[in-house]
């Protein structure tokens, strides 16, 4: 009965290749985050969905592709893997009463 | 532009005293603000909020401290238990931004028994 999940929990794989990351809530939120968390720990926001728009969009290179199919799903699509995107990946779902809800993290490996 | 500053420090606290967090923010249009708690391999998770129109809130054992004549925000945990050592993040939130969540450095809390 996870709120919201992610998967993989770890994923390793080598530079260049394409990998995705899952996020599914069962909280009934129309709005969902992903968040990057590097080495030193700093969160930073990457995308935001509300019902399947997009909302925010930071910075973030052309190689990172969000996909939200429904509301309850929002998933990171990554082409072209370099060093620098290893970190910890949090997905997080909110609606306005009950604030944020994050998941575990997946942790990404580029080697 | 828009940060909520706190840099990485570690706190050491003996179990049973008191901790204090600090935070300085520098946007005055967030419209709440959000204390969170990062245990090792795990998301960060909620512990208490404060709107931008109170000064002050208290939850179980943490109470937040909001002034925003300096744009200063603190956590106080009472009692703090060997269960407290984490890491612990302010972050604000912007509706007119979309409701982005905007996140601090982080300070790191150790309890020592």
């Known amino acids: 009965d996870t709120a919201v999940s992610q998967t993989p929990k770890y994923l390793v794989t080598q530079m260049g290749n394409d990998k995705s990351i899952k996020c599914e809530q069962n909280?009934?939120?129309?709005?969902m985050y992903w968040y990057k968390q590097d080495s030193k720990k700093f969160l930073k926001i990457m995308f935001s969905?509300?019902?399947?728009?997009?909302?925010i969009n930071e910075t973030v290179p052309n190689r990172f592709s969000p996909k939200s199919p429904d509301k309850a799903h929002l998933n990171l699509h990554i082409n072209s893997l370099e060093l620098g995107d290893s970190a910890v990946y949090f997905c997080?779902?909110?609606?306005?009463?009950?604030?944020?809800?994050f998941g575990s993290g997946t942790r990404l490996t580029v080697v | 532009g828009e940060s909520v500053g706190l840099h990485l420090p570690t706190l050491s606290v003996q179990e049973g005293d008191n901790s204090i967090i600090n935070c300085a923010y520098s946007?005055?249009?967030?419209?709440?603000f959000i204390w969170y708690k990062q245990e090792s391999g795990k998301g960060p998770q909620f512990i208490i909020d404060?709107?931008?129109?109170?000064d002050k809130r208290q939850g179980q054992r943490v109470t937040v401290l909001l002034n925003k004549t300096v744009k200063h925000l603190s956590l106080q945990i009472a009692a703090t238990q060997p269960g407290d050592s984490a890491v612990y993040f302010c972050?604000?939130?912007?509706?007119?931004?979309?409701?982005?969540?905007?996140f601090g450095g982080g300070t790191r809390v150790l309890v020592k028994p």
């Open positions: 972050a604000e939130n912007m509706k007119a931004a979309g409701n982005k969540l905007t």
């Open positions: 909280l009934g939120h129309d709005t």
């Open positions: 946007n005055s249009a967030s419209d709440y």
């Open positions: 997080a779902s909110r609606d306005l009463d009950h604030g944020y809800t």
């Open positions: 404060i709107r931008s129109n109170m």
């Open positions: 969905y509300n019902n399947k728009e997009l909302i």
